[in-house]
């Protein structure tokens, strides 16, 4: 059981947005960033967006992410084919002194 | 280019010890926290550690806190994690993340991944 939470899958058509959904508490996400990596299987994770809303040089703006409260979300828009991969939130733990990562999200793109 | 190469997994027995390397190139490797991140088969990320820069600092998760040591030889642009008393649950792919910082966000924030070592701990 990850501490931070997410739905196992999740899928749209191209061109469709999707939205994935990472739940915590008070001691992770509520007082710390939250960040969001891709992964195909078989590659080195990437960084998605750092510090709750922020993109890398590299990412296209398709990518946004948000944070409230104990919980936050990465959106993907005008979804592609190789946006399939898996997606994993993590942040700082302040009672755990260590990072989590959320259980990670499978999207397909139908 | 920043490259991260890991090196040392492999087959070992249960109770067993395992030394795992990994050798950054291209960066200032005693700037930056370095960490590692373990994928289980089928399961996902974990982050198991994670080193300051100078490497005074050190972070555990419960699931290997005393039975992994990170380690890192900034001489030798080096990250280590000796792992002892291994369990069958601790066979994953590794894979050492370099941070953007040397502490603080160091911890959670990784711009490069190498491309992981595979440890499998059976009998």
Not at chain 2, 38 to 61: F, H, M
Not at chain 2, 68 to 91: G, W
Request: aromatic share 12%; with cysteine.
């Amino acid at each position: 059981q990850s501490v931070l939470t997410q739905p196992p899958s999740a899928s749209e058509t191209p061109g469709q947005r999707v939205t994935i959904s990472c739940s915590g508490s008070s001691s992770n996400i509520g007082s710390n960033y939250i960040y969001w990596y891709q992964h195909l299987p078989g590659t080195a994770p990437k960084l998605l967006i750092y510090r709750n809303d922020r993109r890398p040089s590299g990412v296209p703006d398709r990518f946004s992410g948000s944070k409230s409260g104990t919980s936050a979300s990465l959106a993907i828009s005008g979804l592609r084919s190789d946006d399939e991969a898996d997606y994993y939130c993590a942040a700082w733990d302040d009672s755990l002194s260590g990072v989590v990562f959320g259980g990670g999200t499978k999207l397909t793109v139908l | 280019e920043v490259q991260l190469l890991e090196s040392g997994g492999g087959l070992v027995q249960p109770g067993g010890s395992q030394r795992l390397s990994c050798t950054g190139s291209a960066f200032t490797f005693s700037n930056y926290a370095m960490n590692w991140v373990r994928q289980a088969p089928g399961k996902g990320l974990e982050w198991i550690s994670g080193i300051r820069d100078s490497g005074v600092n050190t972070y555990y998760a419960d699931s290997v806190k005393g039975r992994f040591t990170v380690s890192r030889d900034n001489s030798k642009n080096t990250l280590y994690l000796q792992m002892n008393s291994l369990r069958a649950e601790d066979t994953a792919v590794y894979y050492c993340a370099k941070g953007t910082f040397g502490y603080s966000y160091g911890y959670v924030e990784f711009d490069f991944w190498g491309q992981g070592t595979l440890v499998t701990v059976s009998s």
